[in-house]
């Protein structure tokens, strides 16, 4: 694999870091603009704030009215996103590469001149009604939105989507006040990357943002204490669902990627051990996976079973004991299968404007700097199946969460 072109950066004096990924051989450009307004800051009784809010700058901004603004996202060729995240409000978009100028031009009206109208507030209210009831009658939506509190606790683990009755309650006061308080670009981050003049960029950014106005830094949540806990939720299915989770090092950790290697030889593909021993050789389940997922202060590794009311017990049990025997060694085999998809992951990404940006920003965010694709492919050559056993021996799997949804409770370990 050819290096990626080196990575540019600025930070403005308002707190507004600005990253820039070149990749000429592109005819895209993408941007990811995170801004520090995540629903960990919303208030205990306003669930579903940021992504009320996240909804609401986008219904006029500048001199645009609502209709105009989706006008000129279309008319630049905009394949964009908003959304919000733990710590973040989130927008992107990837565009032909003449667009990015104007598309950025654009998002500075959105996040910094929104006009927030009031009598909109009630269709927004039902978008988030909507998006509230489509994740509650979606059955595994439903496990991970229980389970993650019993992870994370009820400040870093809460649901964007918040409830009927907070949503309910929410006016055009809360909206403001939340814009006013968590759309500033103190710790915002801007990553550009595709094909670009990087002294045209820094020039237009700084013209854009440059005087935008900082709020004080404010201290991230810690993760509380807590040990093992199994919760079921009754549902009259002829289907189980499982979600379970367990406490393992972050993104920023110096092992985190011989942790990730495991958890691919567990749940990478058709031929990881999960899929394979769980669902293929048993037919426990239809599904089964697991992934590690990570916040500043803390990371962990969160799975999802889904399978018929009388198997549930097995497959719970033979998901969390391969999880387990990992201690007892790792094939080459297995482990030359992950480094094989981990190294095409980066050719794609080496191919997406948008995926670049993205990765960008969670590293800048996570680790103050930016990884190189070939930092990351040497990290994962150098991991050896006696690493991926040592880990798991130090860091073993346990202190399960786990929440079940269906007719009937199961013996959690």
């Given at each position: 694999?050819?290096?990626?072109?080196?990575?540019?950066?600025?930070?403005?004096?308002?707190?507004?870091?600005?990253?820039?990924?070149?990749?000429?051989?592109?005819?895209?450009?993408?941007?990811?603009?995170?801004?520090?307004?995540?629903?960990?800051?919303?208030?205990?009784?306003?669930?579903?704030?940021?992504?009320?809010?996240?909804?609401?700058?986008?219904?006029?901004?500048?001199?645009?009215?609502?209709?105009?603004?989706?006008?000129?996202?279309?008319?630049?060729?905009?394949?964009?996103?908003?959304?919000?995240?733990?710590?973040?409000?989130?927008?992107?978009?990837?565009?032909?590469?003449?667009?990015?100028?104007?598309?950025?031009?654009?998002?500075?009206?959105?996040?910094?001149?929104?006009?927030?109208?009031?009598?909109?507030?009630?269709?927004?209210?039902?978008?988030?009604?909507?998006?509230?009831?489509?994740?509650?009658?979606?059955?595994?939506?439903?496990?991970?939105?229980?389970?993650?509190?019993?992870?994370?606790?009820?400040?870093?683990?809460?649901?964007?989507?918040?409830?009927?009755?907070?949503?309910?309650?929410?006016?055009?006061?809360?909206?403001?006040?939340?814009?006013?308080?968590?759309?500033?670009?103190?710790?915002?981050?801007?990553?550009?990357?595709?094909?670009?003049?990087?002294?045209?960029?820094?020039?237009?950014?700084?013209?854009?943002?440059?005087?935008?106005?900082?709020?004080?830094?404010?201290?991230?949540?810690?993760?509380?204490?807590?040990?093992?806990?199994?919760?079921?939720?009754?549902?009259?299915?002829?289907?189980?669902?499982?979600?379970?989770?367990?406490?393992?090092?972050?993104?920023?950790?110096?092992?985190?990627?011989?942790?990730?290697a495991g958890i691919g030889v567990l749940s990478d593909?058709?031929?990881?051990?999960?899929?394979?021993?769980?669902?293929?050789?048993?037919?426990?389940?239809?599904?089964?996976?697991?992934?590690?997922?990570?916040?500043?202060?803390?990371?962990?590794?969160?799975?999802?079973?889904?399978?018929?009311?009388?198997?549930?017990?097995?497959?719970?049990?033979?998901?969390?004991?391969?999880?387990?025997?990992?201690?007892?060694?790792?094939?080459?085999?297995?482990?030359?299968?992950?480094?094989?998809?981990?190294?095409?992951?980066?050719?794609?990404?080496?191919?997406?404007?948008?995926?670049?940006?993205?990765?960008?920003?969670?590293?800048?965010?996570?680790?103050?700097?930016?990884?190189?694709?070939?930092?990351?492919?040497?990290?994962?050559?150098?991991?050896?199946?006696?690493?991926?056993?040592?880990?798991?021996?130090?860091?073993?799997?346990?202190?399960?969460?786990?929440?079940?949804?269906?007719?009937?409770?199961?013996?959690?370990?």
């Amino acid at each position: 694999m050819t290096d990626a072109p080196p990575y540019l950066t600025h930070r403005f004096d308002n707190g507004l870091t600005l990253l820039g990924g070149p990749m000429p051989w592109l005819r895209t450009a993408a941007f990811s603009l995170c801004l520090p307004g995540g629903y960990q800051y919303e208030a205990e009784s306003a669930g579903g704030l940021a992504a009320m809010v996240c909804e609401m700058v986008q219904r006029g901004a500048g001199s645009r009215n609502s209709r105009q603004v989706v006008a000129a996202q279309d008319n630049l060729g905009l394949d964009r996103s908003a959304g919000v995240t733990t710590a973040h409000t989130a927008f992107g978009a990837a565009m032909p590469a003449e667009s990015l100028a104007e598309a950025l031009a654009l998002y500075a009206d959105i996040v910094r001149r929104p006009h927030l109208p009031a009598d909109q507030l009630n269709d927004a209210r039902q978008v988030a009604f909507q998006e509230l009831r489509a994740a509650e009658d979606e059955p595994v939506q439903r496990v991970m939105k229980r389970l993650r509190p019993l992870l994370y606790g009820p400040v870093l683990g809460r649901s964007s989507y918040g409830t009927v009755e907070s949503l309910t309650a929410l006016d055009a006061h809360d909206v403001q006040q939340f814009y006013r308080e968590n759309y500033h670009p103190g710790e915002a981050i801007l990553a550009v990357a595709g094909q670009f003049d990087w002294t045209e960029l820094l020039g237009q950014v700084e013209t854009l943002f440059a005087d935008w106005q900082p709020r004080p830094a404010r201290s991230v949540p810690e993760i509380p204490q807590s040990g093992a806990q199994y919760v079921h939720l009754e549902h009259d299915s002829q289907q189980t669902h499982i979600g379970f989770a367990f406490p393992a090092v972050p993104y920023s950790h110096p092992d985190y990627y011989t942790l990730r290697a495991g958890i691919g030889v567990l749940s990478d593909g058709m031929s990881s051990r999960l899929f394979d021993r769980v669902r293929e050789q048993r037919g426990l389940c239809y599904t089964v996976m697991a992934g590690c997922h990570s916040l500043r202060t803390g990371g962990a590794v969160l799975g999802y079973a889904g399978t018929t009311v009388e198997r549930a017990q097995e497959t719970l049990d033979v998901t969390l004991g391969e999880i387990e025997a990992i201690v007892e060694g790792v094939g080459e085999d297995e482990l030359e299968r992950q480094k094989v998809r981990v190294q095409s992951g980066l050719i794609m990404e080496q191919e997406s404007s948008a995926s670049r940006a993205a990765s960008m920003v969670s590293d800048w965010y996570h680790l103050q700097r930016i990884m190189l694709a070939k930092e990351i492919e040497q990290r994962i050559d150098a991991i050896g199946s006696d690493d991926i056993v040592a880990h798991w021996k130090a860091h073993r799997p346990g202190d399960y969460r786990i929440v079940t949804l269906g007719p009937d409770p199961l013996k959690a370990p």
